[in-house]
């Protein structure tokens, strides 16, 4: 399995972005997709996941409420919807696949490369 992360860009404190997560070969059900993001200077971040099979999600509670996370098993495709951006959601967003629901970037075995997604005031 290969990830593509999309959707990037700059926005103002407010906006919306949607990321996609485009996963080329077989996705199987027990997988699970990671949102993660890296600021400047700072560590990996764990942002949302979901299960490709049953469709569970976690959020890290600085998006809760604001972000979304869905897959479209038609396209191989998992979205993160950013409503109410804020500059401290500025980073490099990337995927991950991993075999269960963590937070942590370490249990994905698969990165895709990321995107930029940069939130001024």
């Known amino acids: 399995v290969q990830l593509q992360a999309s959707g990037g860009g700059e926005v103002q404190t407010g906006g919306s972005l949607r990321l996609s997560c485009a996963a080329s070969g077989r996705t199987y059900s027990s997988s699970v997709l990671g949102w993660f993001r890296q600021a400047p200077g700072k560590n990996v971040d764990f942002v949302s996941l979901i299960s490709w099979g049953a469709g569970h999600t976690m959020y890290a509670d600085s998006v809760k409420g604001r972000f979304t996370i869905s897959r479209d098993k038609a396209e191989n495709t998992v979205y993160l919807q950013m409503n109410s951006l804020k500059p401290e959601d500025t980073g490099v967003y990337y995927c991950?696949?991993?075999?269960?629901?963590?937070?942590?970037?370490?249990?994905?075995?698969?990165r895709g490369q990321g995107t930029l997604v940069t939130v001024s005031s």
């Open positions: 991950a696949r991993g075999r269960y629901r963590s937070r942590g970037s370490e249990d994905y075995d698969i």
